[in-house]
C-alpha cells in the first residue's frame, strides 16, 4: 500500500515537457521513487510532437554536476546525466524532429562514472546532421571512473604486526584507511603486470611498493635446485619436468619480505623485448637468492632486469601504497602535500564510453580519466570522432574496431597501463580500405606495465592511417603496423624504446602478405642505443615487405633503418643525421626454420588468393613469389637518399660478409645516394630545423631529391587542438 500523498507546484509546460519542481509527502515509502518516475513519465509525454529544443538551427541540451534529470535540459535547467539527454535525443529522433544537428553541451565539474555510457545505431546521427557530445566552452569536463578517498580518512597505522613489517623509520609516517567501510570493495584481480585497483594523486599515478624504488635489479648466478613438488601432479599431467630455480641478485638487498604470496618480480627475464611476471616462491636475505617455481624459464639468462611489485616490507618511498586484498586495509606513505591533494581510486573496469554501430557521432572537449580499462570504444559505424579529448590515468585509450571513417583527433593521451590508440578496420580478403585514423594526437607515457607490444598506436586491417602524432617516452614501439595501404606520415617520435631492445620506432613483421605500407615524412630522433640486435627507426622484423619509406628524417638513430629478411621494400629520399647505420639488411629468410615451406608464413599465402585479383593486380611482386625464392631478401631498393655524419655503408655486401647461406641473385638496387660530413644546407640545424634551403647542394648532387615538407611534421593547431605542448616535449 502506497502512503504518499503528492501535491505539485510549479508546473512548467515547455511543449514536450511538463516539470515537477516540486513533489511534497506525508510519509516517505519504498514506493515513492518509483511512483515519482511513473509520473513522470506520464507527464513528459504530453505534446510530443510539438516540442522542439532549437535555438539557431541546432537542437541543444544541456548537462550539469548541479543539474536534475527531471530537468527539462536547456542551459537554465540542465539535465545531471548524460543518459538523460541521450534519452532525449531519442526521444527526437523517434518523433522524426531530427533534422538539425544536436549538440549535448557539457557543463564544467567532475563526473563520477560507474558504469559505461552506451550509445548504440539508434543514437547516430545524419551526415547533414551530426550529434555532439561536447564541453561547453573552456570548461574542464572531468569523467571519472573511480572514488575519491578522502584525506580525512587516513590515521597512522597502529597493528604492531604490521609495524613490525615496516621500517623502523617508516612506520611513524605511514598510514592506513579501511577502505570497505567507506564503500570500497571491489579491488579488482592484480595480475602478473597490471590489474585491479590504482591510485592517482593530483593526477599522477602512484606506485606500488616496489624494490629498488627506481631502475631495476639485476639477476645473476642462476642454478637449478630441483623439482616444484607443490604441482608434481600438475606438471605429470602436462609432460612438464618443473625445475625449481634459485638465483643470486646484484645490489642493494630488499627489506625481508615476511609473506611471498601478492608478490610480483616484473621483468626481461627471456627477451629484451618481453616483459613478464612470476611470482617468487622463497627470498633468503642473507644469501640475497630468490627461488622460482617451475614456471620459470628453465633457461633464464644472467644479468635479467626485474623488480619487485606488491610489497608491503617496501613500503619506504613518498607515494607508495600496499593494498591488503583480504582486509581491504589500504597502506601509504604520503606524497608531499597529501592534506591538499585529490586522491582518486580508479574502480571502472568497463569502457567509459562506448560507441556501438553508431554514426555521425562526435565525443569532443572531454576529460576521460582514472579507470581500469579502456577510455572509448568505437565499435562499427561510420564518420565518428574521439576529437579534442584528454585520455589519462586509463588501462588503454582509444579502440577503434572496424567501421569505416571513424577516427581520433586533437586528443592528448597519456599515463597508460598499455596502448594509446588501437585501430583495425578493412577487409584483407577484399582489401577495402576502413579510413579509420589518428591524426594530430599528444601521446606519452603509455605501456607503464603491459609494456610488451602496446605501443602508441596500433594498426592492423587495411587501408588506415596515422599522421601528425607526437608520440614520445615509452618502453618501447611508437606506432605498429600489420596488414595493407597504411599511411603513416608527419608523425614526430622520439624518446620511444626506452627500455626494450630488436624493437623498432616504427615497425611490422612476420607477414609476406603485409604490402602496399608507407612510411613517409616522419621526424624519428633522440632514440637510445640498446644492447643487441638494439633499436631501429624503421623495423622491417621478420621479412615483412612491400613498404615504401620515404621522406622520413633520422636524426640520433643508433640504426635507421633494418630490412630483416624482406622483398620489395623501398627506402628512398631520406635523409640520415648522425646515425651509426643508416640501413640495414639481413637474410633472415634463409637462414631460419620459421621462413621455410609448411611453416608459419606460408600459411597467410594459402588465406589469400594472391595469384587472384584484387591481390594480384594490386601486388603483382607478391603473386609471383613463390616463382622465386621468398625467402631470399630480393627487390629492394636503396636510391637518392642523404647521409650526414653517418656511418654509411653498403647494406648487401654487409649481409654477404656477416652471414651465411646467402644466394646469387642480388638483393638491392643501390644508386644516386650522397654521404658527406658538411652541411648541405639546412636552415636551422642547430635548432634541429632539418628542412633543406632552396639552394641545398642536396639538389644537385642527388637527382630527382623530392624536398622534405619538414615544417609540416607533427602537431598543429585546428579546432580540436587549439594550442601547441612546449619545445620540450615537441622535441
Known amino acids: 500500500m502506497i502512503e504518499s500523498v503528492f501535491t505539485v507546484m510549479n508546473i512548467e509546460s515547455h511543449g514536450r515537457w511538463i516539470k515537477i519542481d516540486h513533489i511534497s509527502h506525508k510519509k516517505k515509502t519504498r514506493q515513492l521513487p518509483m511512483l515519482r518516475y511513473a509520473c513522470y513519465l506520464i507527464i513528459v509525454g504530453v505534446n510530443l510532437a510539438c516540442w522542439s529544443p532549437t535555438s539557431q538551427g541546432k537542437i541543444e541540451f544541456y548537462v550539469a554536476t548541479n543539474g536534475d534529470d527531471f530537468n527539462i535540459g536547456t542551459k537554465e535547467k540542465p539535465f545531471k546525466s548524460l543518459e538523460s539527454a541521450r534519452q532525449?535525443?531519442?526521444?527526437?529522433?523517434?518523433?522524426?524532429?531530427?533534422?538539425?544537428?544536436?549538440?549535448?553541451?557539457?557543463?564544467?565539474?567532475?563526473?563520477?562514472?560507474?558504469?559505461?555510457?552506451?550509445?548504440?545505431?539508434?543514437?547516430?546521427?545524419?551526415?547533414?546532421?551530426?550529434?555532439?557530445?561536447?564541453?561547453?566552452?573552456?570548461?574542464?569536463?572531468?569523467?571519472?571512473?573511480?572514488?575519491?578517498?578522502?584525506?580525512?580518512?587516513?590515521?597512522?597505522?597502529?597493528?604492531?604486526?604490521?609495524?613490525?613489517?615496516?621500517?623502523?623509520?617508516?612506520?611513524?609516517?605511514?598510514?592506513?584507511?579501511?577502505?570497505?567501510?567507506?564503500?570500497?570493495?571491489?579491488?579488482?584481480?592484480?595480475?602478473?603486470?597490471?590489474g585491479g585497483l590504482k591510485l592517482f594523486f593530483n593526477g599522477q599515478r602512484l606506485p606500488l611498493a616496489r624494490w629498488p624504488n627506481k631502475g631495476w635489479a639485476l639477476a645473476c648466478s642462476t642454478k637449478v635446485i630441483g623439482l616444484d613438488e607443490s604441482e608434481a601432479e600438475q606438471l605429470a599431467k602436462e609432460g612438464k619436468l618443473g625445475n625449481k630455480l634459485v638465483f643470486k641478485f646484484s645490489g642493494e638487498p630488499p627489506n625481508r619480505w615476511?609473506?611471498?604470496?601478492?608478490?610480483?618480480?616484473?621483468?626481461?627475464w627471456q627477451q629484451e623485448y618481453v616483459f613478464e611476471g612470476i611470482n617468487p616462491r622463497e627470498y633468503n636475505s642473507d644469501k640475497r637468492e630468490i627461488t622460482l617455481g617451475w614456471r620459470a624459464w628453465p633457461h633464464l639468462n644472467t644479468w635479467r632486469r626485474f623488480y619487485a611489485a606488491n610489497v608491503l616490507e617496501e613500503l619506504d618511498h613518498p607515494g607508495e601504497w600496499y593494498l591488503d586484498r583480504k582486509t581491504g586495509i589500504l597502506y601509504l606513505?604520503?606524497?608531499?602535500?597529501?592534506?591538499?591533494?585529490?586522491?582518486?581510486?580508479s574502480l571502472l573496469q568497463e569502457p567509459m564510453v562506448v560507441l556501438d554501430n553508431t554514426s555521425n557521432v562526435s565525443i569532443r572537449g572531454l576529460t576521460l580519466e582514472t579507470m581500469r580499462g579502456v577510455s572509448v570504444v568505437v565499435n562499427g559505424g561510420e564518420h565518428n570522432r574521439i576529437a579534442g579529448c584528454v585520455i589519462r590515468n586509463a588501462g588503454q585509450g582509444v579502440i577503434l574496431s572496424g567501421g569505416m571513417h571513424n577516427g581520433v583527433t586533437g586528443c592528448n593521451i597519456y599515463d597508460l597501463d598499455s596502448m594509446?590508440?588501437?585501430?583495425?578496420?578493412?577487409?584483407?580478403?577484399?582489401?577495402?580500405?576502413?579510413?579509420?585514423?589518428?591524426?594530430?594526437?599528444?601521446?606519452?607515457?603509455?605501456?607503464?606495465?603491459?609494456?610488451?607490444?602496446?605501443?602508441?598506436?596500433?594498426?592492423?586491417?587495411?587501408?588506415?592511417?596515422?599522421?601528425?602524432?607526437?608520440?614520445?617516452?615509452?618502453?618501447?614501439?611508437?606506432?605498429?603496423?600489420q596488414g595493407n595501404d597504411h599511411i603513416?606520415?608527419?608523425?614526430?617520435?622520439?624518446?620511444?624504446?626506452?627500455?626494450?631492445?630488436?624493437v623498432g620506432v616504427i615497425g611490422s613483421g612476420t607477414d609476406w602478405t603485409f604490402r602496399g605500407n608507407v612510411v613517409r615524412y616522419?621526424?624519428?630522433?633522440?632514440?637510445?642505443?640498446?644492447?643487441?640486435?638494439?633499436?631501429?627507426?624503421?623495423?622491417?622484423?621478420?621479412?615483412?615487405?612491400?613498404?615504401?619509406?620515404f621522406g622520413n628524417v633520422f636524426y640520433d638513430v643508433p640504426k635507421a633503418v633494418m630490412i630483416g629478411g624482406g622483398r620489395d621494400n623501398i627506402v628512398a629520399n631520406n635523409i640520415f643525421i648522425q646515425c651509426k647505420v643508416p640501413v640495414y639488411l639481413d637474410n633472415r629468410g634463409l637462414r631460419w626454420n620459421h621462413f621455410?615451406?609448411?611453416?608459419?608464413?606460408?600459411?597467410?599465402l594459402k588465406q589469400f588468393r594472391i595469384t587472384e585479383p584484387p591481390w594480384s593486380t594490386r601486388y603483382p611482386k607478391l603473386a609471383r613469389i613463390l616463382d622465386e625464392c621468398p625467402q631470399a631478401p630480393l627487390g629492394n631498393v636503396l636510391a637518392r637518399n642523404l647521409s650526414y655524419r653517418s656511418g654509411w655503408c653498403d647494406p648487401e655486401q654487409v649481409c654477404r660478409a656477416t652471414f651465411k647461406q646467402n644466394i646469387d641473385k642480388k638483393y638491392m638496387r643501390i644508386e644516386d645516394n650522397?654521404?658527406?660530413?658538411?652541411?648541405?644546407?639546412?636552415?636551422?640545424?642547430?635548432?634541429?630545423?632539418?628542412?633543406?634551403?632552396?639552394?641545398?647542394?642536396?639538389?644537385?648532387?642527388?637527382?630527382?631529391?623530392?624536398?622534405?615538407p619538414f615544417n609540416k611534421i607533427g602537431l598543429y593547431k585546428d579546432k580540436y587542438r587549439v594550442t601547441l605542448p612546449g619545445a620540450t616535449s615537441q622535441f
Open 333 to 345: 606513505l604520503p606524497p608531499e602535500d597529501f592534506k591538499q591533494g585529490e586522491l582518486i581510486a
Open 596 to 604: 621455410q615451406p609448411d611453416g608459419p608464413m606460408y600459411e597467410p
Open 488 to 502: 603513416i606520415e608527419f608523425n614526430n617520435l622520439h624518446h620511444v624504446c626506452l627500455e626494450m631492445s630488436d
Open 88 to 194: 532525449a535525443v531519442r526521444e527526437i529522433r523517434q518523433n522524426g524532429s531530427l533534422d538539425k544537428p544536436a549538440t549535448i553541451w557539457i557543463r564544467g565539474g567532475t563526473y563520477y562514472r560507474t558504469k559505461t555510457f552506451a550509445l548504440t545505431k539508434q543514437d547516430s546521427g545524419m551526415e547533414q546532421v551530426p550529434i555532439e557530445y561536447r564541453a561547453y566552452g573552456k570548461e574542464e569536463v572531468r569523467f571519472v571512473g573511480g572514488k575519491e578517498i578522502k584525506v580525512s580518512w587516513f590515521e597512522p597505522v597502529k597493528e604492531q604486526a604490521i609495524l613490525e613489517r615496516l621500517q623502523k623509520r617508516v612506520g611513524k609516517k605511514a598510514l592506513e584507511v579501511d577502505l570497505k567501510i567507506h564503500g570500497i570493495t571491489d579491488f579488482g584481480e592484480l595480475g602478473s603486470l597490471t
Open 420 to 481: 594509446g590508440i588501437r585501430m583495425s578496420g578493412g577487409d584483407r580478403k577484399t582489401l577495402r580500405p576502413a579510413g579509420l585514423y589518428a591524426l594530430n594526437n599528444h601521446i606519452h607515457h603509455y605501456a607503464k606495465l603491459l609494456k610488451t607490444w602496446h605501443p602508441g598506436i596500433k594498426i592492423d586491417g587495411v587501408g588506415n592511417r596515422a599522421a601528425h602524432n607526437l608520440i614520445h617516452d615509452a618502453p618501447q614501439y611508437a606506432i605498429s603496423y
Open 258 to 268: 615476511w609473506r611471498m604470496d601478492g608478490i610480483w618480480l616484473r621483468g626481461y
Open 674 to 708: 650522397l654521404v658527406t660530413d658538411k652541411d648541405p644546407g639546412y636552415v636551422d640545424e642547430a635548432n634541429m630545423n632539418f628542412q633543406l634551403r632552396d639552394d641545398s647542394i642536396v639538389f644537385r648532387k642527388i637527382p630527382g631529391f623530392k624536398k622534405i
Open 522 to 549: 616522419n621526424f624519428i630522433h633522440h632514440i637510445p642505443e640498446r644492447p643487441y640486435p638494439g633499436v631501429i627507426g624503421v623495423y622491417l622484423d621478420n621479412c615483412v615487405s612491400s613498404t615504401e619509406i
